[in-house]
């Protein structure tokens, strides 16, 4: 079966640090993979996705980027973190090219920018 | 191009009674539509999902859907609250593309 594993689970960073979020997939071969944020008290905002490995499309621009060095590995990365960065991150996996069949998603990442 | 309204915020029942969580999508085409859950802190769990077979979708914890294409509807029921149902709830619709859109979710509160 497949699963999506994604950490830490929680993390408290200072402004100004890096950032580097993990997110891999097991039991599936070219997955579409997806990052989204969710600011408090509001819904998911689409970040990244990804069709195939180094293929990256961004969907707001921001102060993130991700890659895709491997077929099940997606990473989320920042260079100097924002107080605005604050949120809970969130990979996601689906295959297929409509999304028909549904969206697996990970337990989430807390991100406190302090 | 397409969208989905999730009519309500918030919520609120007591517990033992019917749940009615509201989604209206808007689309160019016949998408799939699915219902997740997203309890405190958590991931995304999907509930239950529509792929153009049967209408009316089961899905886990006694959740149900009925897809009404002339209402353009996918609203979410369960006939009994439990308190453990108490979560953030989100309807989503994909299909043409890679990228899902998601209704900006409905809390549901449970009242002992």
């Known amino acids: 079966s497949q699963t999506i594993h994604q950490w830490p689970a929680t993390l408290v960073q200072p402004v100004g640090s890096p950032l580097s979020l993990e997110c891999t997939v097991e039991?599936?071969?070219?997955?579409?993979l997806y990052w989204y944020r969710q600011a408090a008290g509001r819904g998911l905002q689409l970040l990244f996705y990804s069709v195939g490995i180094g293929q990256i499309s961004s969907e707001v621009p921001q102060n993130l980027s991700a890659s895709r060095p491997q077929d099940r590995q997606f990473i989320l990365s920042s260079k100097k973190l924002l107080l605005s960065d604050s949120g809970f991150y969130l990979c996601a996996w689906s295959y297929g090219t409509l999304g028909n069949y549904g969206y697996t998603f990970g337990s989430g990442t807390r991100l406190t920018v302090v | 191009a397409q969208s989905v309204t999730q009519l309500d915020s918030h919520v609120s029942v007591s517990e033992g009674t019917p749940v009615l969580l509201r989604c209206n999508y808007s689309s160019s085409y016949s998408p799939s539509l699915f219902w997740y859950v997203q309890h405190p802190n958590k991931g995304l769990q999907l509930l239950l999902k529509?792929?153009?077979?049967?209408?009316l979708v089961k899905g886990i914890n006694g959740f149900e859907a009925e897809f009404k294409k002339s209402e353009t509807s996918f609203h979410l029921t369960k006939p009994s609250a439990h308190m453990s149902d108490a979560a953030e709830y989100f309807c989503v619709a994909s299909g043409g593309s890679y990228i899902p859109t998601f209704g900006r979710g409905t809390s549901l509160i449970v009242h002992p």
């Open positions: 529509y792929t153009s077979a049967a209408t």
């Open positions: 039991g599936t071969s070219n997955p579409n």
